[in-house]
């Protein structure tokens, strides 16, 4: 039986032998890959061969027989075997494995690191001013209603809206409000007070505040102590009270931008 000469694709390493001896092999004796693991490197020009010169099926040759029954098989050959690019190893370094873990992890890092960047912004910088100025807005946009006289069902729902923009602003905070959002939520708690007295005196003729609010609005608010206060007194020195607040925290902001 005619001799060949191959090669390992894996290791390079070459061999010789007869074709039938070389077709019982199963991995490559030195580096042990499997599969098509060989490649002719010179094919035998013995004669009467022809018919013995193709390769297994599926190796990486990608040679028909049609190929090498041909008067120019070796040359056909040459040029299927030469443009065989070189397998990869069948174990890929630990080495390279563990730089591209790194890599990636270092990529997410930073992902993620951009994002927290983004989105951690409530609290400092533009978007937590952003967030104070929504209500400090509407605190002010309700003493400028109050200026041209607003109903009681008109300055519940203007209370509401400025409510809903402090809970918005408590929450961005994550627990630790900033000096201006304090003083915004100190002057709602007057405004609030304001409300409530205001909605007891309907209770009675709706001109003066009922006596349990007494004390507090002649110690709180500097209200004279006489007998009966009127209602619009007392409102409008809660709401002064209420203004002070909103006019330090406008401070406040202004001197962090």
């Known amino acids: 039986m005619p001799e060949i000469k191959i090669r390992c694709v894996h290791c390079n390493k070459r061999f010789s032998g007869e074709r039938g001896k070389i077709d019982l092999l199963t991995k490559c004796p030195k580096c042990g890959s499997v599969g098509d693991w060989w490649t002719v490197l010179v094919p035998s020009t013995s004669p009467g061969e022809t018919e013995n010169r193709v390769l297994k099926q599926g190796s990486p040759n ?3 027989s049609a190929e090498l029954g041909s008067p120019s098989s070796t040359s056909t050959l040459a040029q299927h075997v030469n443009r065989q690019p070189p397998s990869l190893p069948s174990r890929m ?3 390279l494995v563990l730089l591209l873990l790194a890599t990636m992890l270092s990529v997410a890092g930073i992902s993620a690191g951009v994002w927290w960047l983004v989105t951690s912004g409530g609290k400092t910088g533009q978007s937590a001013k952003s967030v104070e100025e929504a ?6 946009a309700l003493k400028s209603r109050l200026a041209v006289g607003v109903s009681y069902k008109e300055y519940v729902v203007l209370l509401g809206d400025l409510n809903v923009k402090l809970d918005v602003a408590e929450e961005a905070s994550d627990g630790d409000p900033s000096l201006a959002l304090t003083y915004l939520k100190r002057a709602f708690l007057h405004f609030d007070y304001a409300r409530l007295v205001w909605q ?3 209770k009675s003729n709706g001109k003066f505040v009922p006596y349990l609010f007494r004390d507090t609005l002649v110690t709180e608010y500097g209200l004279a102590g006489t007998s009966q206060i009127w209602l619009d007194d007392a409102l409008n020195a809660i709401w002064g009270k209420a203004g002070d607040f909103i006019s330090k925290a406008d401070a406040e902001l202004k001197g962090t931008r």
């Open 62 to 64: 990608g040679v028909n």
């Open 93 to 95: 370094p630990k080495l």
């Open 135 to 140: 209500p400090l807005a509407e605190a002010k």
């Open 200 to 202: 007891e005196s309907f």
